[in-house]
Nanobody, 121 residues
Framework: QVQLVETGGGLVQAGGSLRLSCAAS??????MGWFRQAPGKEREFVAA????????YYADSVKGRFTISRDNAKNTVYLQMNSLKPEDTAVYYC????????????????WGQGTQVTVSS
């Protein structure tokens, strides 16, 4: 049974940092990514990384502030979030797929339960 379990969310002041982790079990994935969903908005792509770790992809809104990485030995992906802004407030979801990179929600079959990130101004 495949499971993705996110940890690391919380409340932080603007300008602060948080690191999210997502531990996968049940199988390995070629692409792992992060999405987020703010209240009243659609779920949106944040970042993704290939299995080799050599290729990473980011939404324009987080480039230069967020860094995605993965530890294949632990089957875990991370999202380091720096210089957080109130508009980063959302539920963050880990997602995984066995194919090449995609930034579409519909492109991911496997999802975690989500972790809340709240950035206060």
């Amino acid at each position: 049974q495949v499971q993705l379990v996110e940890t690391g969310g919380g409340l932080v002041q603007a300008g602060g940092s948080l690191r999210l982790s997502c531990a996968a079990s049940g199988r390995t994935f070629y692409t792992m990514g992060w999405f987020r969903q703010a209240p009243g908005k659609e779920r949106e792509f944040v970042a993704a990384i290939r299995k080799s770790g050599g290729s990473t992809y980011y939404a324009d809104s987080v480039k230069g502030r967020f860094t995605i990485s993965r530890d294949n030995a632990k089957n875990t992906v991370y999202l380091q979030m720096n210089s957080l802004k109130p508009e980063d407030t959302a539920v963050y979801y880990c997602a995984a797929r066995v194919q090449l990179y995609s930034d579409y929600v519909s492109g991911y079959k496997y999802w975690g339960q989500g972790t809340q990130v709240t950035v206060s101004s």
